[in-house]
């Protein structure tokens, strides 16, 4: 008791925390009690010095809020609550006193006679124009704990508690507060009776309407304005009662407001009407509309369009939603939504104007309202359009008419259910009564070109709308539109869209497709190539292919491609004729390699979108492709054959690659078994199938020292079949080490071309990459040997040497990708060769491309691939670079800055932007380089930089002079022969004024767009249109 | 500007598609099909061929200027300009006449409309070129006092000194780069 005296006094006279908590302590321990403390405090709460009072309250309050709840017990709540209410009428102690009352209002033993007594004090007592927002937010807080723990209790106070709410809540402005009250404002107006004092409510809430708080800086509460606008919100929908208040008040923004509260007042209008109801959307159903016209028919800008739309579309279904649906009330629509429809209809007898652009958006907006105004709808428009379109003197707006009808008709098929499970029954399908005259119209327009798209749109949307079209009417669409195919001779987008079409069919419908436009198609294929002069006819199968890849993705589409095309690669490969000896073989070629990239065009979308049907063509297609180039291959050792084209080749690797991705690992194995024995043993028994017999006097072995060249072109598909190989599938062969190490010395010394060189560079790299852990003779010893004898010793001829830098390079990229520790000791090995001149920037490629992207070592190919493996690559060997390129001369710094050029065009930006700074004078440098190719990949990489993010823009405007001035040089056809650089040159420039400051590129400006004036005359189209763009932004650019 | 309208309600053309000269995968002299591996720009640095500016080049630079009375649509749309609406002089290949139509004949935005499409040529022609601006003859009211102004080198400097033109004037450029570079 004592204890409590000294603390009491000592806190009076310190106000230490200390106090606060040692007394609770003693409370907390049964030392003592609240009745204890009060006694204590009794001088100073009762003290005739206004300060003393004040205090002696507070630490009462203080202490209470700390209190353990359990050590209070009913009547101590009780009398604690008489004591706060009757300190609530002493200036000097109200604000601690409302403190207390917050903490005992939260109490479970606070009972519901205590918050009656509390909110009759408060109302008495509390003036709230008098406390700083964070005394009223006390305030809130009691009625909240009230509202929210008595509400009974409050409810039965009645208009009593209404009206003393209202008086406090008036006039607030403190955000955090509003919250609070928004909050209570709208229990009380959804639960408690408040019809006789929705005027007052009205008052309290709609003033804050639209809400234009900006949050301060460093807001403590970090309240944003988008949560006071959806706390008043929820208070403005809370009841009907508003309604007719409120909708005036919406109104008067509506037509005065900036956009912004315009689009504030749609959205809140869209919540509330709906509440409303019926009777005041009819009310102000013109006086809305009216206002929302001129949103939509004179567009501030597409958003607000776009929500006025919106509005107007809940004000219908709020109009008519509440009468009963029944079937047959077409013409029974009164009110707003016929006369809008009357309205928009005047506009539509002049579908040509830009007016009745905006009348369809409102139409189309009827559309998913309710059944029977979307019914009326449709009613008025599609008859009016059917016969506007069938009018003699409307024939040059056909194409209009059209567009229109094909937004409505969207937006009707939009209006149905979206689940395609759900079949609509006849009824629902609301454009069923017209689809007859639809078509009749459409399949009009088709014929001719510029009502041609706006049809194929409509017929798109109405195919797609379920339940609408039978079977027999689909074909007929797809009957008409082969028609447009067939006549479309231009090159136009209208066989796009066309071809789109009939895909969209296909995918559901496949048989009309493949019944009727696959052979047309096919027909039109010839079995021989055109001549080489005949240039029209080679346009027309390359269009008649681009057809086919469009239209075959669907699996029964694609198994009908696949076989007509292989009969027709057999056929122009190996023509019934023989081919006459110097007779032109390229144009056949070129066809057969039409026909092959064709087909890997379709497999790689249908593997795109996850077809399982691919799996079979390793059956189906593999086996021919490889039966026709390993006979032609070896027919052509006698006479002349077509396929044999390294051109061809690596389209059908391509295809081979394709399917073998698809398989799972033990198909993979079989295959890859037959494929080796074909290729390593010259049994290609297993593995080829086709109409040409392979002639058994000939022997298939490409690794031989004698093999003819065609032969060994078809390294190229052994490859194909290799690199897309799981990790679990091991090769075929009893020693890999040894397999792969042949591979190596076979390369250098027979390889004859580039083709047969990268084909086993991608086998072994793949091979590396899946097996690297069994691999460690190979990847110590037998490497070691290739670079002694194959890369560093400088008596080998360079081109030979450079060749050998790039097996190196893909062997480090295996291992790489697949997270091997050792990969970077190789980049060592690489910088060695910097001092030697003959292949020190080819040295310095390899080390820029090793974590750069590649086809070959790919996730879709199963590669074994370690995240941010270029990441660590580059944390590791950018600063050595960086480092290198500073301290080092002339030709040896040449060759670092031609690393670096590479190695940023590799990675991606995220891995080096931190060493932009570093960067930057090196890049600037790298520009000097003489090699045009690297110049364009160093002004791309630096307006990459430029664009990304705001960071980095104070180095670009630090070396702003230099990057403008070195720019201009490689902007200018006297200067920059290579138009790939003057394009990237004249993009960064026309980049720079919207990254750095106005003041800083002031001095610029006028020599800038003087000698942008040379680059608008430059001999290219290309650079003039990118000078334009410069040139145009550098004109803007003002401070 | 004038709050006057004087045409709410134009009739909208549809846009000219830009003629595609071969196909879209097809490369010029060749017979063999574009397998993807290279891009335009690595062709179009293998050939030294100069492309002359064209009718079509120039067409492109003004299509999609906005119209001042309608922000929302290009002047091709409202068939201000078209194509074959310019032309070069036989005799000097660097002299060009560049027409535009008026949706109305009393349309008080024309002389908006040649200064705007007279801008964006000052910006984006060539020095050398000599730039005729001139309303399609009897499409409009004062044809005469609109060709002179049009092309009267000190009104047009001194319609470019006024702020609040300019701001209209670049507001209504600030579209024309837009579907230039689409395809």
């Known amino acids: ?1039 | 500007m004038s709050a006057e309208v004087f045409n709410p309600n134009p009739t909208i053309f549809a846009p000219s598609k830009a003629k595609k000269t071969a196909h879209a995968y097809a490369r010029a002299n060749s017979i063999w099909l574009e397998d993807g591996e290279r891009t335009d720009e690595d062709e179009a640095d293998q050939s030294d061929e100069p492309e002359a500016i064209g009718q079509d080049e120039i067409f492109e630079l003004i299509r999609s200027i906005s119209d001042p009375e309608h922000r929302s649509m290009t002047l091709e749309q409202l068939a201000v300009v078209s194509a074959p609406q310019i032309t070069f002089d036989p005799k000097y290949p660097d002299r060009i006449t560049v027409e535009f139509t008026p949706t109305v004949p009393h349309c008080g935005m024309s002389t908006f409309i040649g200064l705007s499409i007279r801008v964006r040529l000052l910006r984006s022609l060539p020095q050398r070129f000599k730039v005729d601006i001139r309303v399609k003859p009897g499409s409009h009211q004062s044809e005469h006092a609109l060709n002179k102004q049009l092309n009267d080198k000190e009104r047009v400097a001194a319609a470019l000194e006024n702020p609040a033109l300019l701001d209209v004037l670049e507001q209504c450029l600030s579209t024309a780069d837009g579907t230039a570079y689409e395809e």
């Not at chain 1, 202490?63 to 359990?70: A, D, G, N, T, Y």
Request: charged fraction near 25%.
């Open chain 1, 1 to 1039: 008791m004592e204890r409590i005296d000294r603390l009491v006094r000592t806190w009076i006279a310190s106000e230490q925390e200390q106090e606060i908590e040692d007394t609770v302590s003693e409370i907390a321990q049964g030392n003592a009690t609240l009745l204890h403390i009060v006694k204590s405090l009794g001088d100073f709460l009762t003290s005739e010095e206004d300060d003393l009072r004040t205090k002696g309250v507070e630490f009462l309050s203080l202490v209470l809020s700390r209190c353990p709840h359990e050590k209070l017990n009913r009547q101590s709540v009780r009398t604690l609550v008489t004591f706060y209410c009757g300190k609530l009428e002493d200036t000097e102690t109200i604000i601690p006193a409302l403190k207390g009352l917050n903490t005992l209002s939260k109490l479970p033993l606070f009972a519901s006679s205590d918050a009656v007594e509390v909110a009759n004090a408060l109302f008495q007592h509390v003036k709230m124009r008098v406390l700083v927002h964070s005394q009223r937010f006390v305030v809130y807080s009691i009625i909240d704990n009230l509202v929210a723990h008595h509400r009974e209790a409050m409810k039965n106070m009645g208009d009593e508690f209404l009206r003393g709410y209202i008086g406090l809540a008036e006039g607030e402005k403190d955000p955090r507060n509003l919250m609070m009250a928004f909050a209570i404002d709208k229990v009380l107006l959804i639960e408690f009776d408040s019809a006789k004092y929705i005027e007052d409510f009205f008052g309290i809430t709609f003033c804050y309407f639209p809400i234009t708080f900006r949050p301060p800086p460093n807001d403590p509460y970090g309240i944003t304005t988008e949560d006071l606008r959806s706390a008043l919100r929820s208070c403005l929908h809370a009841t009907s009662l508003f309604g007719k208040l409120a909708v005036p008040l919406f109104l008067e923004k509506l037509n005065a407001g900036s956009p912004a509260t315009k689009k504030d007042t749609l959205d809140t209008l869209d919540v509330c009407l709906p509440v409303y109801g019926a009777g005041v959307a009819r009310e102000f159903a013109r006086k809305l509309w009216n206002a929302l016209k001129l949103e939509i028919f004179q567009p501030t800008d597409p958003v607000t369009e776009e929500k006025a739309l919106k509005t107007f579309q809940v004000l219908i279904q709020t109009i008519y939603a509440a009468s009963p649906e029944d079937k047959g009330t077409e013409n029974e629509i009164v009110g707003l939504a016929k006369d809008a429809c009357d309205e928009c209809m005047e506009i539509l007898r002049e579908p040509e104007k830009s007016q009745a652009k905006h009348a369809i958006k409102v139409l189309c907006a009827f559309m998913s309202t309710t059944p029977s105004v979307s019914r009326y709808t449709l009613a008025r428009a599609v008859p009016h359009f059917v016969k506007l379109f069938l009018n003699p003197d409307e024939l040059p707006n056909r194409a209009p008419t059209l567009r229109l009808l094909a937004d409505l008709i969207e937006a009707a098929r939009q209006s149905m259910s979206q689940d395609p499970e759900v079949l609509p029954d006849d009824g629902n399908v609301p454009l069923l009564p017209y689809k007859d005259e639809v078509l009749g119209i459409l399949t009009v327009g088709l014929k001719m070109p510029a009502s041609a798209y706006p049809a194929i749109d409509a017929l798109k949307s109405m195919v797609l709308t379920p339940g609408l079209l039978t079977h027999e009417e689909l074909g007929f669409i797809v009957h008409n539109v082969d028609e447009v195919l067939q006549k479309d001779e231009e090159e136009s987008d209208l066989s796009d869209v066309s071809l789109d079409l009939l895909s969209t069919i296909s995918s559901f419908a496949p048989s009309h497709v493949s019944g009727n436009t696959l052979p047309m198609l096919f027909t039109a294929l010839p079995d021989r190539a055109p001549p080489r002069d005949a240039e029209a006819e080679r346009v027309k199968y390359w269009r008649t292919l681009a057809a086919l890849r469009k239209l075959c993705t669907q699996p029964d589409l694609f198994e009908t491609l696949v076989v007509r095309f292989s009969t027709k690669l057999d056929l122009i490969c190996v023509p019934s004729s023989p081919i006459a000896e110097g007779e032109d073989r390229e144009p056949s070629a070129a066809y057969a390699h039409s026909i092959l990239k064709t087909l890997a065009d379709v497999l790689s979308i249908k593997i795109e979108k996850g077809h399982t049907d691919v799996v079979k063509y390793v059956d189906r297609l593999v086996p021919r492709l490889y039966n026709l180039f390993i006979y032609s291959a070896l027919a052509s050792e006698e006479r002349p054959m077509v396929a044999p084209d390294p051109r061809l080749l690596a389209v059908a690797a391509q295809i081979i690659t394709l399917v073998t991705q698809s398989l799972n690992a033990s198909r993979q194995e079989t295959f890859v078994k037959a494929v080796f024995a074909a290729y390593l043993e010259g049994d290609v028994s297993h593995l080829v199938d086709g109409v040409q017999k392979i002639p058994a006097d000939k022997t298939f072995r490409p690794f031989e020292p004698s093999a003819p060249t065609s032969q060994r072109n078809l390294l190229v598909l052994l490859s194909a079949a290799v690199v897309p190989l799981y990790k679990e599938v091991t090769l075929p062969v009893p020693d890999e080490t040894k397999f792969l190490d042949n591979l190596l010395q076979w390369i250098p010394v027979h390889a004859e071309n580039a083709p047969q060189r990268e084909a086993l560079i991608h086998l072994i790299a793949a091979v590396v990459n899946r097996h690297a852990d069994k691999l460690d003779d190979f990847l110590t010893s037998n490497v070691h040997v290739f670079w002694l004898s194959h890369i560093a010793d400088s008596s080998v001829s360079s081109d030979s040497r450079k060749n050998a830098i790039v097996v190196f390079k893909w062997i480090t990229k295996a291992l790489l990708v697949r997270g091997y520790v050792d990969a970077t000791k190789n980049v060592d090995r690489l910088l060695e060769l910097f001092d030697d001149e003959c292949v020190s920037w080819d040295a310095a490629r390899a080390i820029g491309r090793i974590p750069g992207t590649d086809k070959v070592l790919t996730k879709r190919n199963h590669a074994v691939i370690k995240i941010l493996y270029a990441q660590k690559y580059t944390n590791s060997v950018l600063p050595r670079i960086i480092e290198g390129a500073k301290t080092s001369q002339s030709s040896r710094q040449n060759a670092y800055l031609v690393a670096l050029a590479a190695l940023i065009k590799s990675v991606p930006k995220s891995t080096y932007a931190d060493q932009m700074p570093s960067l930057m004078p090196l890049l600037l440098r790298g520009l000097e380089l003489p090699d045009n190719e690297i110049r364009a990949g160093v002004i791309e990489t630096l307006q990459a930089a430029a664009t990304s993010d705001d960071k980095e823009n104070n180095i670009v405007t630090e070396h702003a002079a230099s990057l403008v001035s070195t720019m201009l040089k490689n902007s200018l056809v006297s200067q920059m022969p290579s138009v790939k650089v003057r394009v990237a040159a004249l993009r960064y420039l026309a980049t720079l004024p919207s990254v750095v400051r106005y003041d800083v590129l002031h001095p610029q400006k006028a020599t800038v767009i003087r000698e942008l004036a040379k680059a608008l005359d430059d001999p290219k189209r290309a650079v003039r249109r990118e000078a334009v763009t410069a040139r145009t932004n550098w004109f803007k650019f003002t401070g």
